[in-house]
């Protein structure tokens, strides 16, 4: 079955840095496109970024574009997530998520951006 785990949260200070990774199992992730998203505190769920399976080709949300790189390591079934200039409004819980008919999500792993 597919599982999905995040690690690598934590706090940090505005202008700080974060890589965020998700260890992903249960499929054969070199074919499928690979999500972040996030949520935060009495807010919906929001799309941060893709990266496509077949040419690695990433797509960021608006708010995280020129601040946060999403990458893919296919041998180690692991998506990677790293953000730098971290504001307090990137401040959530970071979720992993591939779909496969239906969205698969990891457990989360917390962000906290403050001073």
């Known amino acids: 079955q597919v599982q999905l785990v995040e690690s690598g949260g934590g706090s940090t200070q505005p202008g700080g840095s974060l890589r965020l990774s998700c260890a992903a199992s249960g499929f054969t992730f070199s074919r499928y496109t690979m999500s972040w998203y996030r949520q935060a505190p009495g807010k919906e769920r929001e799309w941060v970024a893709d990266i496509f399976s077949v040419d690695n080709r990433p797509n960021y949300a608006n708010s995280v574009k020129g601040r946060f790189t999403i990458s893919r390591d296919n041998a180690k079934s692991t998506v990677y997530l790293q953000m730098n200039s971290l504001k307090p409004e990137d401040t959530a819980e970071y979720y992993c998520?591939?779909?496969?008919?239906?969205?698969?999500w990891g457990p989360g792993t917390q962000v906290t951006v403050s001073s």
């Open positions: 998520s591939v779909f496969q008919s239906k969205r698969f």
